[in-house]
Structure formats: structure tokens, C-alpha cells
């Protein structure tokens, strides 16, 4: 009896423990931009290796793109939220236009990393681009990433910009993973989105932040499911953004969405779910339409066909009429 009170006592004693000390270190890993953790480790841990002419494709893609970004038209900047700067690419469009895409990376990737090669492939055509460095990445200054909350607010504040310098008569937001997930936040009925804003495409979406953490959790991280981490991370995220976890939702704001949406996501994909892109999809009731791409690897649905992919963005962007 007493051996088994002295068990009780000493896991009443470690657990919490344990749990608090995983909870730190996972969000330190997840919002700390001087912590590696998570493209060190952990994406090299779960991402499914790509066949070699899937490999042969992302080396010439990225190549191409690279010779194109060097070839950027304007660089520009704002203060976002906090006073943090925010820093922007524009390549204009080779016929001349007053239509803009607004283009906002994924999660520790770069403006560069993930358009470079769409701008030049797809969108170049008739359209402006403002490429983003969001906050915490690339050319951007700050430290932390506040998976969606913060970089929504900056969404606006690029929107507000792009207005006041350029005058377009038509702007899209286009997001990747983080990007996306900023975006759609600013689709809530509550969000004043200026009417020059007439569609979104979102990429590698998720509908819910807590969905996408206990999925990590189980099923990447293979800890128990149990184990109460996040509630430990949503008090450190109040501490940091004062804020709780929830406001990185997006299904929440997209009931109440009247902009068409194009969602894009990988039919098998490692770290975000596919169902999550169809359960913003069902929110967005009769404004979504979607693009599923087969056999990519997570951030690079256009690498396996880009025909395809270039493709579904501009029957996308036609229907939109602008």
C-alpha cells in the first residue's frame, strides 16, 4: 500500500511537470523564430520522401524562380502590428493592369521560397504581385509567429498600403499554409475588408488550430493523446500575444465569408490534413471551390503538375471577373 502511495505521489508530482516542460518547449518550437526546432527536426521527421523526378522537378523549379526573383521590379515596407517591419517584393505584370495578387508564404518558409516560380509560371500574366515577407520570416523583422493572429492584422495593414500607393481596381489574396490561414481569418463578418478585395486562394489550410495540434500531437509526435499539452500552450500564448489559441481558426470565420475562395491542398498530406481544407470548404457554403493536388509534397502542390495547378488559378481568377 505504500509502495503504491508512493507511485501515486511521484506521478502527481512528474506528470504535470512533464507536461508543462513538453508544452514550453513545443511552443517555443512553433512561435520562437530563433528556434530551429521545427524545420530541423520535426519536418525532416514526418515529411515523406519525394521520388527522384518529383526531387528532378522542385531543383528546375526552384532554379527558375530564383533567376525570376532576381528580376523583382520594386521592394517596399510597412509597420505592421507592434511596429514590427514588414517588407514586401512587386513585380509588375508584363501587359500593363490595375489587378493585384497579393501573395503571403507559409509557415518559416519565404515569399521567395513558395512564389517565385508561381509568380513567374501562373501570375504574371495580368496581374501584379505583391509578394510578402510575413513577420518573423525572410527579409521581415520580429521573433515570434503567432500562427495566424497577429499576421491577419497585417494582411489588412499590406491592403491599406497597396490601396493608398497604387490604386488597384482589384486586389486577391493568395496565402500558403500560415498565409492562408491568415487570410481567411479577416473573412469574418466582423472584419471590415475593403471592397476592392475580391477573392481569396488558400493553401494547405487548416480549420482549426486545436484539430491541427492534436493530430500533431498523436499521430506526429506519437505522445498520448491525453496528455493535457495544450492547455498549457494556450496560457503561454496568452502570456505572449494575449490572445487564447483559438483566435487561429478559420472555419469560425469562414460562415460568415462572402468573397469565392479557391482552396488547394495535397490529397495525402503529412502535416496538414486534407479533411480540414474540406471542412472550410463546407463553411464557406456556396463562395468555395477547390484544387486537389496528387502525389506533391506539402508546401509544393505545384510541382508534380503545374499545368494543372497553373491552370485551376486562372479558371479561378476568370470567374472572378476583374
Known amino acids: 500500500m505504500r509502495v503504491l502511495l508512493f507511485v501515486l505521489i511521484c506521478l502527481a ?6 507536461v508543462i516542460s513538453l508544452a ?17 527536426s520535426f519536418l525532416k521527421s514526418v515529411e515523406q520522401p519525394v ?37 514586401g517584393t512587386i513585380f509588375y505584370s508584363r501587359q500593363p493592369s490595375q489587378k493585384w495578387l497579393m501573395c503571403f508564404h507559409g509557415y518559416r518558409t519565404t515569399g521567395k521560397d513558395d512564389f517565385a516560380f508561381l509568380v513567374r509560371a501562373c501570375l504574371s500574366d495580368g ?59 479577416n473573412l469574418s463578418a466582423n472584419q471590415n475588408i475593403p471592397n476592392v478585395v475580391k477573392g481569396v486562394i488558400a493553401e494547405n489550410s487548416f480549420s482549426s488550430f486545436r484539430k491541427l495540434f492534436a493530430y ?30 483559438d483566435s487561429a481558426v478559420s472555419v469560425n470565420h469562414l460562415a460568415h465569408n462572402r468573397l469565392p475562395v479557391l482552396f488547394i491542398h495535397r490529397d495525402n498530406s503529412d502535416i496538414i490534413p486534407a479533411y480540414m481544407m474540406y471542412e472550410n470548404l463546407r463553411a464557406t457554403k ?37
Not at 511552443?27 to 521545427?38: I, K
Open 13 to 18: 508530482v512528474a506528470v504535470p511537470s512533464l
Open 24 to 40: 514550453v518547449f513545443l511552443f517555443n518550437g512553433l512561435t520562437d523564430r530563433e528556434n530551429t526546432w521545427f524545420t530541423d
Open 51 to 87: 521520388s527522384d523526378g518529383v526531387q528532378e522537378l522542385a531543383v528546375q523549379q526552384q532554379k527558375m524562380g530564383a533567376e525570376f526573383w532576381d528580376s523583382y521590379d520594386e521592394r517596399v515596407s510597412i509597420r505592421g502590428t507592434g511596429d514590427v517591419k514588414l517588407v
Open 127 to 185: 496581374y501584379n504581385c505583391l509578394v510578402v515577407d510575413q513577420r518573423s520570416h525572410g527579409m521581415s523583422g520580429g521573433r515570434y509567429i503567432s500562427l495566424g493572429y497577429l499576421e491577419k492584422m497585417d494582411i489588412l495593414a499590406w491592403t491599406d498600403f497597396l490601396i493608398l500607393e497604387k490604386v488597384p481596381k482589384a486586389i486577391v489574396w493568395f496565402g500558403k499554409s500560415l498565409g492562408a490561414n491568415a487570410a481567411l481569418h
Open 216 to 245: 500533431m500531437q498523436s499521430k506526429l509526435l506519437r505522445l498520448p493523446s491525453w496528455l493535457p499539452v495544450l492547455p498549457v500552450i494556450n496560457l503561454l500564448y496568452w502570456g505572449r500575444f494575449r490572445k487564447g489559441i
Open 286 to 322: 456556396m463562395h468555395g471551390t477547390s484544387f486537389v493536388a496528387t502525389d506533391s509534397p506539402f508546401s509544393s502542390s505545384v510541382l508534380v503538375n503545374p499545368h494543372a495547378y497553373c491552370d485551376a488559378l486562372k479558371t479561378f481568377l476568370g470567374k472572378l471577373n476583374l
